[in-house]
């Protein structure tokens, strides 16, 4: 059965590519944010079962979004997607709860970390 996904990422090119690659493995896609203030907002009225979060955006970062997804919602499910150095960030994804941290243009390896979330 597939997820229910709110997809962040401030590139719409790179939102239009992880939907894809979501709804072609059988996921809905309940939302996508361009930006770390939609994703709380969106979150909260969506209620989704997982959040692909790109790190860096502009105005309110992945990071900064998950920190405050978690105080009204400890439980949420949430992967980080980026196309940096994947170490540079890997401690502060474990410290705010975050599933993994995966290449953003590795879709096989963001469709398995979903869909083992």
Same mark, same amino acid.
């Given at each position: 059965? $597939?997820?229910?996904?709110?997809?962040?990422?401030?590139?719409?090119?790179? #939102?239009?590519?992880?939907?894809?690659?979501? @709804?072609?493995?059988?996921?809905?896609?309940?939302?996508?944010?361009?930006?770390?203030?939609?994703?709380?907002?969106?979150?909260?009225?969506?209620?989704?079962?997982?959040? @692909?979060?790109?790190? @860096?955006?502009?105005?309110?970062?992945?990071?900064?979004?998950? #920190?405050?997804?978690?105080?009204?919602?400890?439980?949420?499910?949430?992967?980080?997607?980026?196309?940096?150095?994947?170490?540079?960030? $890997?401690?502060? &994804?474990?410290? &705010?709860?975050?599933?993994?941290?995966?290449?953003?243009?590795?879709?096989?390896?963001?469709?398995?970390? &979903?869909?083992?979330?």
């Amino acid at each position: 059965m $597939g997820k229910r996904i709110l997809v962040v990422d401030d590139s719409v090119m790179m #939102r239009k590519m992880i939907v894809k690659s979501l @709804t072609e493995a059988g996921h809905e896609i309940v939302g996508e944010a361009a930006n770390g203030e939609q994703a709380v907002e969106m979150y909260a009225r969506v209620g989704p079962d997982l959040v @692909t979060m790109d790190i @860096t955006m502009r105005g309110m970062d992945g990071l900064s979004a998950a #920190r405050e997804i978690k105080k009204d919602a400890p439980g949420a499910k949430i992967i980080f997607l980026s196309n940096l150095n994947e170490d540079k960030y $890997g401690a502060e &994804v474990d410290a &705010v709860g975050g599933i993994g941290l995966v290449n953003k243009h590795k879709a096989a390896e963001v469709l398995e970390m &979903v869909e083992g979330a």
